[in-house]
Each structure stands twice: as structure tokens, then as C-alpha cells.
């Protein structure tokens, strides 16, 4: 059976982010995805109309239920929803700590709406980060989480709360022209991309390069060449992206 990443995720009932996005992009990376499920949200194309959280208990007998069941060689998570999700699975990951780690740290949707209390949320991510392999925030999410609006001293500041990688996405970054990337590990840059900025809004972006790497590190590659692989397939899957509506973010085309 191919290597399995567990994901941590929320349904999008768009299909662009979220769960479907993992699932997708851990397919095509050539692993196998197992879901425990966050989170049910209500949302579209164009944005969040509410969710509503699994419970702690429910969550964490998902995950148990795959344990002995599946080659899981590395977690990703994204939406968690609530502390006391984050807390379940900071409790799961001390339970398997052979686990490889994959932490998006999802805060809001790209469309702008809430996926649960940013203020809660990132007190308690404070916990998921030493557990992690690697951490992928945009920079909105890297200022959060460090309360810093300084990218470098952000990043350092992450590092300082136990992090061992880092991949600064640099997606909302006013560069018109281009998009880079950074990846830090143990405190020092060791590789940054750059890619043409595409045009538009893309839905689920983050979750399917996170989950990309995720799929990778599940096979074996080390982190750097992980990274490497999910943005140059990111890039042809946005570039390949369909347009639901008028003002909707666009659908990448994962396959
Ligand atoms: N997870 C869920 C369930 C979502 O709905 C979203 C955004 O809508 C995300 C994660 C984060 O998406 P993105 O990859 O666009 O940051």
C-alpha cells in the first residue's frame, strides 16, 4: 500500500480547498490521504458563510481509527476550527511522534472569512509548532502567529517557539510581478523560489501545496526537494485553474 498522510482538515463544499484539496493533492503527489475531520463549513467560490466544528472526542476516534490500519507516515493539518481541536491533535501527535508533521497554519479563508477565532487559534497553535516537520504560513498567518509584522524577525521569532522549518509563503506580498517563497530551516534560509504571479484569486492553494509536501515527505523525499516538487506542480495546477463565477476565486485544476 502507498505511504499514507493523515490530514487534519474541514470540508469545502466548493471543493477547492480543505479536505477535496488534500485529497487531491496527496493523490497526484503519489501517496495515499486518510481524513479526520474538523470541521463542516458553509461556504462557496466567492466566500465563508459559517461552520461548524467536530468535536474533540469525534476527531480524535477518526484519527484512532486509521492508526493500525494505514502506512501513515506523515500528518498535515490545516482548518483545525477550535482550541480544542488543536489540542486533540497536539495529543495525537505525542502519541506518534514517528509521525512526520505537515502544520498549515489555516487562520482565514482566502476569501476573507473566519475559520474560527484568530485570537484562540493562534495562542494554541503555540503548542503545534515544536511538533512540527515543517510549518507553511502565508505571510499573513507568519505575522499572526508572531505577532510581528517584520517578515525576518517573524520568521526568527517562530523559530524561537521551538520551529524547525519554515516555508514563508509570499503570495500576499505586494510583488506584482512575481510570488516568492522561502524555506528556513533551523533558523537559516536554505532555498527561495520565485514564480511569475498569476492572475486572480485561487481557492485552496495553500491546503494543496501543503498537502503536496505532506505526500512527498510520506515517500521519502527529504524537505527541500518536497518543497521543490509541490511548487513546481502548484504552479501548473493554478495555472490550469477553471473560473466558476464572475467573482469567484478560481478552482485549481489538480488533475
Ligand atoms: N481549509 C478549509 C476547510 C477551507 O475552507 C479553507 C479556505 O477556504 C482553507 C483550509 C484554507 O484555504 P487556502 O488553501 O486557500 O488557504
Redesign the pocket.
Known sequence: MRPTVLCF????P?G????Q?DIEAIGQSGAHAAIAC??L?V?NSQQ?FG?EATSKELLLAQANAVVNDLPIKCVKS??LGTTDNIAALAQFLREHSDYQYVL?P?L????G?S?GNQETLVKAFVELIPMATIITP?TVELRALAAEEDLEIATQKLFKMGAKAILVKGGHEDTPEYIRNALYVNGELIAESRCPRLEGE?????????SYIAGRLAQGDELKQAVQHAETWLFGVLKNAETPVENG?KMPKRF
Request: hydrophobic share 40%; aromatic share 6%; charged share 5%.
Open positions: 482538515s474541514g470540508l469545502d466548493s477547492g480547498a480543505g479536505l484539496a474538523t470541521a463549513t461556504q465563508v461552520f490545516g482548518m498549515d489555516v482565514v479563508a482566502n476569501s472569512g475559520l502565508n485561487y481557492h485552496g492553494s495553500g491546503c494543496s501545496l501543503a476565486q
